[in-house]
T-cell receptor
Framework: KQEVTQIPAALSVPEGENLVLNCSFTDSAIYNLQWFRQDPGKGLTSLLLIQSSQREQTSGRLNASLDKSSGRSTLYIAASQPGDSATYLCAVKGRGNDMRFGAGTRLTVKP | EPEVTQTPSHQVTQMGQEVILRCVPISNHLYFYWYRQILGQKVEFLVSFYNNEISEKSEIFDDQFSVERPDGSNFTLKIRSTKLEDSAMYFC????????????FGAGTRLSVL
């Protein structure tokens, strides 16, 4: 059974800092991995999706990498801003119909 | 850009009542999903639906839950007799037949059982 773990559970950084969020998964047989942003009490906003054949994806200040063989993904956020404060979720699509989510990293960017 | 729409955004109900959560998937999508997120916990898979039948369900999806595609556009989740522990955010997702196996999520319905 696929297990997805995100470290750290919470992170607080000053504005302008570059940061890395980590996601690990136990079964490397995945179709894709997706990073989401969730604001308190709100829905899921898709940030980046990496197919199993890809190693990274970039969107603006965000860069996600995937190392399928080691079961790891990272989300790199450059020049963080207070508006980046949210919970970031990693989710993996494997053989089954479902996506498996991590518990998230709660990010606070202080002005 | 097409999106998955969920209504209502917030549903309050009394314990033991039936609730129906509604979703309008992206129009040409054929696979539909429900997930839930209890406050402070992980997003969890409930059920997937394809070709007018359930294709997979989790252990959470017991006899109290049912799904239906009553017409060509809606996809519903019914909880027959709500319990306090059903309070959660419920997300609908859909994906197309072809493409990159991407599930698109709605904004969610917050269900509060009192």
């Amino acid at each position: 059974k696929q297990e997805v773990t995100q470290i750290p559970a919470a992170l607080s950084v000053p504005e302008g800092e570059n940061l890395v969020l980590n996601c690990s998964f136990t079964d490397s047989a995945i179709y894709n991995l997706q990073w989401f942003r969730q604001d308190p009490g709100k829905g899921l906003t898709s940030l980046l999706l990496i197919q199993s054949s890809q190693r990274e994806q970039t969107s603006g200040r965000l860069n996600a990498s995937l190392d399928k063989s080691s079961g790891r993904s990272t989300l790199y956020i450059a020049a963080s801003q207070p508006g980046d404060s949210a919970t970031y979720l990693c989710a993996v699509k494997g053989r089954g119909n479902d996506m498996r989510f991590g518990a998230g990293t709660r990010l606070t960017v202080k002005p | 850009e097409p999106e998955v729409t969920q209504t209502p955004s917030h549903q309050v109900t009394q314990m033991g009542q039936e609730v129906i959560l509604r979703c309008v998937p992206i129009s040409n999508h054929l696979y539909f999903y429900w997930y839930r997120q209890i406050l402070g916990q992980k997003v969890e898979f409930l059920v997937s639906f394809y070709n007018n039948e359930i294709s997979e369900k989790s252990e959470i999806f017991d006899d109290q839950f049912s799904v239906e595609r009553p017409d060509g556009s809606n996809f519903t989740l019914k909880i027959r007799s709500t319990k306090l522990e059903d309070s959660a955010m419920y997300f609908c997702a859909s994906r197309g037949l072809r493409g990159k196996n991407i599930q698109y999520f709605g904004a969610g319905t917050r269900l509060s059982v009192l």
